[in-house]
């Protein structure tokens, strides 16, 4: 008896620690990006959303760029930006700004 007991509280044990790699493992996922991460805050809404920045290459903020924003952001950011990149060159959307607010699905 004593050995079903322990058997049964390391699988749930080993579960535990799975769920919270996944958990975590998620969250990096949806919630850090290679790109501008900033945080705002909502006083209307209560809230805050992080808000994932690309600036083209060569930045410069006393230029005006095309801007993007992408709704559903925590997914395929990093996939906007190499089609971003993989334009022509001499393309004005090569230089776009692109700004993904992620789902709140999350929290």
Known sequence: ????????????LAVSV?????????Y???NVSDFVD????????EESRKVFI????????TKAYPLFIKTDGNFNLANWD????????ESILNEAILVAIPNQFFY
């Open 1 to 12: 008896m004593r050995i079903k007991k322990t058997i049964i509280l390391n699988v749930l």
């Open 18 to 26: 799975f769920g919270f790699v996944i958990t975590g493992f998620s």
């Open 28 to 30: 990096y996922q949806n």
């Open 38 to 45: 900033v945080t705002l805050d909502s006083k209307v809404l």
């Open 54 to 61: 690309r600036l083209p290459n060569n930045y410069d903020k």
């Open 82 to 89: 190499k089609a971003l990149k993989a334009l022509n060159p």
